[in-house]
């Protein structure tokens, strides 16, 4: 399939301003970002989606093709499927976030695989077994719980599926439930589904928790999962960045 990765990024990040371009072991975050996913085997190009000039001119310093787009969007989504709409030729879009410096090329090619190994699949994303307390009770882990088919049913901040008998169900200890999955916010998209879902307004669920795939779910959108072995640490704050150099330091 012919597939494409795009990195939304903004230079007015409300927690982290500048984040994008915050130095990672010499190196900007946006960067190496940009070249875990040149690394994938499956997408034809990536493309860094921006509405800062400076983030830009960054980028193509490093080789990068980087297109404007507005500064209006309200999510990285939205700047995506902006990027998209001009690429008529990819059926597959991949939106990977520009602040997750420890993605590994092999997970862009999983959700690509999985949207080419299910046709009935518009969304494709990937989850991780929760393998302690700490991960299943904190709101900042979005969980998801999803059918036999692989097929999300729900995502929640909340510890989801609820052991109602407090079993100890996995190696963790008490209080994790059985078939506890986190979910790894990268994803791909049928193009048309990603324009499509774009246009659409914020949905009541999606308010609430404050998860932008409730909107897609919302309106009966198929959400394909597919389970990993790696891990990626997302970075909103400066102490994040802190955390995944010492990360780099200590396993790189």
Known sequence: MDAVVIIPARYRSSRFPGKALAPLKNRPLLQHVFEKAKGCRLAKDVIIAT??????????????????????????????????????????????????????????????????????????????????????????????????????????????PFARDGADFMDGGPGVSPFAYKHIGIYAYRREVLLRLAALPPARLEMVERLEQLRALEDGMRIKVRQTEFDSIGVDTPEDLQKVEKWLNSYS
Do not use: C
């Open 51 to 160: 509405d800062s000039a400076r983030i830009r001119e960054a980028a193509v310093s490093w080789g990068a093709t980087a297109v404007m787009t507005s500064a209006d969007h309200p999510s990285g989504t939205d700047r995506v499927a902006e990027a998209a709409g001009a690429l008529e030729w990819a059926q597959v879009i991949v939106n990977l976030q520009g602040d997750e410096p420890l993605i590994r090329p092999e997970m862009i090619d999983d959700v690509i695989m999985l949207m080419a190994d299910d046709p009935l699949a518009e969304i494709g994303t990937l989850v991780r077994r929760i393998e302690n307390a700490g991960e299943f009770h904190d709101p900042n882990v979005v969980k998801v719980v999803f059918d036999g088919n692989g097929r999300a049913i729900y995502f929640s901040r909340a510890p989801i």
